[in-house]
């Protein structure tokens, strides 16, 4: 293979190596990762603050509830000594059934606002598991979205591998001047300093090369660059021509 050619080859060989290197770095799969895992987090958060609510709602219930038990002691205290005939003063015993009275619709209120609550942290209950659902099939879906972007990347990889393995297969066969040219070429043209001659243009840019430039072109070791983008061109067998101009 001549050397021109050779450095075609080996700039179609970068630039695919390149796409493979964009395409691993900046994974559309790593935006579905990070997405499902940003999602699993808010869901996790929101059931850590539920949580806290029933914890602190259920200590609530037993505060209430001991509140309940002290009330209801001091109402029956207040009950024996009320019916118990020690206490015999009448404006004594008066205020005394006041009391109890008073005591009696305290002690009511508190069991209603028990019972409420306790119902209310029931239906929290089942709230919270059937979310503990939620965030257990969210955690699923990262790890399926984590396994997807594993396998995406470990075939990006492999085909990778490949191209590198051709790219030094293909790196002995070329002068060190050709080499030096290539680079240069690169630098000068983002990385497609090489351009392939298809139906007499540049494929760089479109242009139709001179007849006088064409005649250097069939001499595989003459160097010609395109007249108006400096790019340098290549003159490839016909079977080639027919590949995919890239
Ligand atoms: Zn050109």
């Not at 191209?163 to 050709?178: A, C, M, V």
């Not at 395109?226 to 590949?243: A, I, M, P, Q, W």
């Amino acid at each position: 293979m001549e050397q021109l050619e050779l450095l075609w080859r080996l700039q179609d060989l970068d630039l695919a190596i390149a796409g493979l290197q964009e395409k691993i770095e900046s994974n559309p799969l790593l935006e579905n990762v990070r997405l499902a895992k940003e999602k699993q987090g808010e869901l996790q958060s929101t059931l850590d603050r539920g949580k806290e609510w029933q914890a602190e709602q259920r200590k609530k219930l037993k505060m209430m509830e001991l509140d309940l038990n002290k009330l209801a002691a001091d109402r029956a205290g207040l009950h024996n000594k009320l019916y118990g005939g020690e206490v015999s003063n009448i404006r004594e015993l008066e205020l005394m059934e006041k009391r109890l009275v008073s005591l009696g619709r305290e002690q009511e209120a508190l069991e209603e606002k028990i019972i409420r609550l306790m119902e209310e942290v029931e239906r929290r209950q089942v709230e919270l598991e059937e979310f503990k659902g939620q965030v257990k099939r969210q955690e699923q879906a990262v790890l399926g979205e984590e396994d997807k972007l594993e396998r995406e990347l470990a075939n990006l990889g492999l085909q990778l591998e490949q191209l590198q393995e051709n790219r030094d297969g293909l790196l002995p066969l070329i002068e060190s001047k050709y080499m030096d040219l290539y680079r240069t070429q690169c630098q000068r043209h983002g990385g497609k300093g090489i351009s392939r001659v298809i139906n007499d243009s540049c494929s760089g840019c479109r242009m139709f090369i001179s007849s006088a430039q064409r005649g250097f072109l069939y001499n595989p070791n003459s160097i010609v660059y395109c007249e108006n983008c400096g790019r340098l061109l290549v003159r490839l067998s016909d079977s080639d021509n027919k590949t995919v101009d890239t």
